[in-house]
């Protein structure tokens, strides 16, 4: 009788090391993570990082970590050999509990069976320092070679996947792998501000980032390191504990934002990772400051007990599991909206800065009939306009010319009238340049107001403006009374399947304070009752389907919350100040104080801006008076 043949087969160590390398090493800026890594759990106060040809024949980082000994490098390449996990008294291994960036004890043995690996490290007070070389696979004995520092590891990596040639043809154009490896170490020099980081390759060297210090203040300069100046100055703090979880970091100013959501940040006890969960909650607490096509740029830090989180969820450790995603997404979206409404009529710097270089950009000069003096005197005394028989060119009369006349509303601050709440005097009408926004000047174009503050001058869209003001005393209205719903004659009955009908009957209290009364109605189906009388006729079908996908991604209710935006902005819109109406003086500056007093008023219900404020300073460069 023959014996059954065996078809299962034990696959040797090399095979085994290099189908773990495709699971762990992806692409140059994989290596560079998880090396980086291993220098960070180091101990390593600076990580110089140097790569060629996109990363695909050298990779070189250079740490001043804690170094490993001569009896410590052959175990270093070994799987699943680590420093990072010990067992607890009873012997266990606890892989809930981990406070370091790696544990796994894979990225080592899977660089060095694709590429030629070289371990070079040294630990303090030692006589010499250690050389390791594994090449595809195979093991060198450690070496003495000459010491580079006090203390640290320096790793080379030189001609990935040389060894698995196919794995080249999946790689990108040298400019897309070098984009890659700067995203990667931005993430991790943003949740590391306490090592100092730098990157180049032959050409140059493009980023260098010192150590900061490991507070909110180091992590602000380390964003604005990256990210740029910019950020620093159009961000708002967040900081917030619910049930020993902590959030931290910052968000852009709703009119400093981006065409794409890659600016979007987020570090769990340190760790960078990628989470629909933030995208999900990021867009609702911004939804009603910006456009569909724009999105907030946010760094954020949750920090929380270790047995809070997975981290052991893939392989790269790019992303986590939390163990009660809801609270975690309930603390972004409060703290975001918490953090926008303290910003109040903020604005972003960006836009006044536009608006300059517009400007700059577009003036051509004047020729001169005089000496020009680049001082605060301007022109020379015996400067002469040139003659001109158009009337509305001639010398200005009690400081208009007859042709502004006629596009602009202009009335006296002290005398043409009178602000509920404001004194008349002349001296006490000037102090409202004091406030944020300035005392009303004038009005251009029945359009825009100009008002005047103690440094400058700010323009305001009437329309815009008013907008947002309406738009936020409705989202009040409607907080204080409720949705008001309206009751279908006839259910309407909407199949969805019994995963996504699970998905919405998960959310009825969260959907009936919305206005849309729903039930369960058989298997995989749901029973729509009422629906918001705000909203009017609706396909019903269509928005729980939306829901239900919003529910799958974001597992947040976007798409009704966006649909009364849509209808509210609507209804702001058009029972706001058109533009075209002109206003007298009391009216704008009414407009002005409570665009102070209201939150989110320096941008529309679409996200652009409602004002523009212009620095004298500025103003003076324009006309080389600085």
């Not at 070496?143 to 043809?169: I, N, W």
């Amino acid at each position: 009788m023959n014996a059954t043949p065996i078809t299962i087969r034990r696959l040797p160590n090399e095979t085994v090391n290099r189908i773990a390398a495709g699971e762990v090493i992806e692409r140059p800026s994989s290596v560079i993570k998880e090396l980086v890594e291993n220098a960070i759990d180091a101990g390593a106060s600076q990580v110089d990082i140097r790569y060629e040809d996109g990363g695909r024949t050298l990779i070189s980082i250079t740490d001043d970590g804690r170094g490993m000994s001569a009896e410590e490098l052959p175990i270093a390449v070994e799987r699943h050999a680590t420093s990072k996990l010990a067992p607890n008294a009873s012997g266990e291994w606890d892989l809930l509990n981990i406070s370091t960036m790696g544990f796994r004890g894979e990225a080592l043995p899977s660089i060095g069976s694709v590429s030629r690996l070289s371990l070079l490290s040294q630990t303090m007070g030692a006589d010499s320092a250690w050389e390791l070389r594994v090449e595809g696979g195979a093991l060198t004995p450690p070496r003495p070679a000459a010491r580079f520092g006090l203390h640290g590891t320096r790793v080379e990596v030189r001609d990935l996947f040389y060894a698995t040639p196919a794995r080249l043809k999946f790689l990108k154009s040298e400019r897309s792998e070098a984009l890659a490896i700067s995203d990667t170490v931005k993430r991790l020099a943003m949740a590391n501000p306490a090592v100092g980081m730098t990157l180049g390759s032959p050409a140059r060297v493009s980023l260098k980032l010192a150590k900061q210090s490991d507070d909110d203040a180091g992590r602000l300069a380390r964003l604005a390191g990256i990210l740029g100046q910019d950020f620093s100055a159009n961000a708002v703090g967040i900081d917030q504990i619910r049930e020993d979880i902590a959030l931290t970091g910052f968000a852009g100013l709703p009119t400093y934002s981006r065409g794409n959501s890659q600016h979007q940040y987020l570090f769990v006890n340190g760790r960078p990772v990628r989470d629909k969960l933030l995208h999900g909650a990021v867009r609702g607490a911004y939804q009603d400051y910006l456009a569909r096509d724009r999105h907030a740029v946010v760094a954020l830090y949750v920090d929380l007990p270790q047995d809070h989180v997975d981290v052991n969820v893939h392989p790269a450790k790019s992303e986590v599991r939390f163990r009660n995603p809801g609270l975690v997404r309930g603390l972004i979206v409060s703290a975001l909206r918490h953090a926008l409404s303290e910003a109040g009529h903020r604005a972003s710097t960006t836009v006044s800065d536009y608006a300059l270089g517009r400007i700059q950009t577009s003036q051509s000069p004047m020729p001169l009939q005089g000496n020009y003096s680049p001082n605060r005197g301007g022109y020379a005394p015996h400067y002469q306009a040139p003659y001109s028989n158009d009337p509305a060119m001639q010398p200005l009369v009690d400081g208009f010319s007859a042709k502004v006349e006629e596009g602009i509303e202009r009335f006296d601050g002290a005398s043409a009238y009178t602000p509920q709440g404001f004194p008349t005097a002349q001296g006490q009408a000037e102090d409202l340049t004091a406030k944020p926004l300035g005392a009303a000047r004038a009005q251009l174009h029945e359009t825009y107001v100009v008002a005047q503050t103690t440094d400058g001058i700010v323009i305001v869209d009437q329309h815009a403006a008013h907008e947002r003001l309406v738009y936020e005393r409705m989202k009040t209205a409607m907080a204080d009374k409720g949705v008001e719903r309206q009751a279908l004659l006839i259910p309407d009955i909407v199949d969805l399947g019994e995963t996504d009908a699970a998905r919405i009957l998960e959310r009825v209290d969260e959907l009936a304070e919305m206005g849309l009364i729903i039930e369960a109605f058989g298997a995989g189906a749901v029973a729509v009752r009422e629906t918001p009388a705000l909203l009017g006729e609706m396909d019903v079908q269509g928005l729980l389907r939306d829901l239900a996908d919003d529910i799958s991604e974001y597992d947040e209710a976007l798409s009704l919350k966006e649909k009364f935006e849509h209808v509210c902005g609507t209804m702001a819109c058009h029972g706001s100040i058109r533009a075209g109406r002109r206003l007298n003086g009391q009216e704008m500056n009414t407009l002005l104080r409570q665009m102070e007093a209201t939150p989110h008023s320096g941008q529309c219900n679409h996200g652009r801006p409602t004002y523009v404020e212009l620095k004298l300073a500025d103003i003076e460069r324009l006309f080389g008076r600085r």
